[in-house]
């Protein structure tokens, strides 16, 4: 089975709300990453979390790291239209190679 | 300052042509990496340049698919014969050097093969 798995696959929210997508892994990590893709277009870095860390901030952006339960979560609050696009979670172990889920397709609804 | 460039950004063979795609990393990031995304599937791992040298390339598929980077600079990938699975969006990133650093990615390259 494959590191950073997220969920839910799909989101659908009205503009305003708040969305929450989870993320899962298996091996012990270096740090997580988030990044979005906008459709047709390249993936664009939100957040980096160490693994020493438990939270971290970003405008609107809140990620969450828990090492323990090896899962992170990233919150976009007051979402706006222009938020739709793909999310993917991504760790790093030993080698510097970025592990990709299959990431959560959120979609903003005005 | 210029981001990571690919070239081109949509490229349709036939199967058993060659093609080959370029990538462009921002200046002075010495980690070049290849990752792909074939339809429906996670993005997954390629290889790994460090300047001119492959410092991992565990996730190359087979032999038919060879990655360059003469002087360190930009990096080639070139796929002979391609075939039907090869089919899928290509994409490149570069950082600094340390896991800590953060890989900015290009826009991708779609490979259709028919």
């Known amino acids: 089975s494959q590191q950073g798995e997220e969920d839910p696959q799909a989101l659908s929210i009205q503009e305003g709300e708040n969305a929450t997508m989870n993320c899962s892994y298996k091996t012990s990590i270096n740090n997580l990453q988030w990044y979005r893709q906008n459709s047709g277009r390249g993936l664009v870095h939100l957040i980096l979390i160490r693994s020493n860390e438990r939270e971290k901030h970003s405008g609107r952006l809140r990620v969450t790291l828990d090492t323990s339960k090896k899962s992170s979560s990233l919150l976009i609050t007051a979402s706006r239209a222009a938020d739709t696009a793909s999310y993917f979670c991504?760790?790093?172990?030993?080698?510097?190679?970025?592990?990709f889920g299959q990431g959560t397709r959120l979609t903003i609804n005005p | 300052e210029a981001g990571v460039t690919q070239f081109p950004s949509h490229s349709v063979i036939e199967k058993g042509q060659t093609v080959t795609l370029r990538c462009d990393p921002i200046s002075g990031h010495d980690n070049l990496y290849w990752y792909r995304r074939v339809m429906g599937k996670e993005i997954k791992f390629l290889l790994h340049?460090?300047?001119?040298?492959?410092?991992?390339e565990s996730g190359m598929p087979n032999n038919r698919f060879l990655a360059e980077r003469t002087g360190g600079t930009y990096s080639t990938l070139k796929v002979q014969p391609a075939e039907l699975e090869d089919s899928g969006v290509y994409f490149c990133a570069s950082s600094l050097s340390g896991p800590s650093y953060e890989q900015y990615f290009g826009p991708g390259t779609r490979l259709t093969v028919t």
């Open positions: 340049f460090v300047k001119e040298s492959k410092q991992d």
């Open positions: 991504a760790t790093i172990s030993g080698a510097q190679k970025l592990v």
